[in-house]
């Protein structure tokens, strides 16, 4: 008899351990392009703020919780930029500035995140951007997983921000009329792979 409740603890504490490797293990993530945004904050003879958007966009995410540890890959149209002005767009599509047909996609890739808790709060990585890759840290201003109300499956949504001198990736024409300063904001959701 006593045999027999030792094997069923055994079975039993075998049966939480994997479990809980189970649930410690590295969750992955594809981005969901219809709610992702990538965009920029150029300013505009110092009047004003101009902001462009980008709708494509694909990537993916490696986040491991109990580790708190994980990775991110996102991928960029460059020719989906928009700034709601056609002429501009089209610009900036150019040579002078993205150079779209020379430079088709803009990357970002992580392989570290950093966590506060159990939240990640920043990604550090490089951005190749215009042909010149230079580290870019992410800082997460808001980061939330749950289940997704409509999708009824695991989700994890983020708002990141950077800031990058345009210069450094060679976008440097028009100094006078637009800044050199950058600001970087993704917003993000993410769908968890089964």
């Known amino acids: 008899m006593k045999k027999l409740m030792g094997s069923a603890w055994l079975v039993a504490t075998l049966g939480l351990g ?3 490797l189970a649930q410690a293990a590295p969750e992955h993530y594809v981005l969901d392009n219809s709610h992702t945004y990538p965009y ?47 002429k501009r767009d089209e610009h900036l599509r150019g040579e002078d500035f993205f150079d779209v047909a020379k430079y ?3 990357t970002y890739k992580a392989d570290r995140i950093k966590f506060e808790g159990d939240k990640p709060i920043k990604a550090e990585g490089q951005l190749t951007l215009h042909g010149v890759t230079n580290p870019v840290t992410l800082t997460f201003t808001r980061f939330k997983c749950g289940e997704h109300p409509i999708a009824k ?9 950077a800031t990058i001198k345009r210069s450094d990736f060679g976008m440097a024409a028009f100094p006078n ?7 970087l904001s993704i917003a993000v959701e993410a769908a ?3």
């Open 40 to 86: 920029f904050e150029v300013t505009h003879l110092g009047w004003s703020t101009t902001r462009g958007l980008f709708h494509k966009t694909s990537g993916k995410a490696v986040l491991d919780f109990a580790a708190k540890t994980g990775s991110v890959e996102v991928v960029i149209d460059a020719a989906s930029l928009d700034t709601a002005f056609a």
């Open 18 to 20: 994997f479990t809980a």
């Open 104 to 106: 088709p996609t803009i």
């Open 192 to 194: 968890r792979e089964p």
């Open 177 to 183: 009329a637009v800044s050199d300063e950058v600001k």
């Open 153 to 161: 499956k695991p989700y994890c949504g983020a708002d990141a921000t």
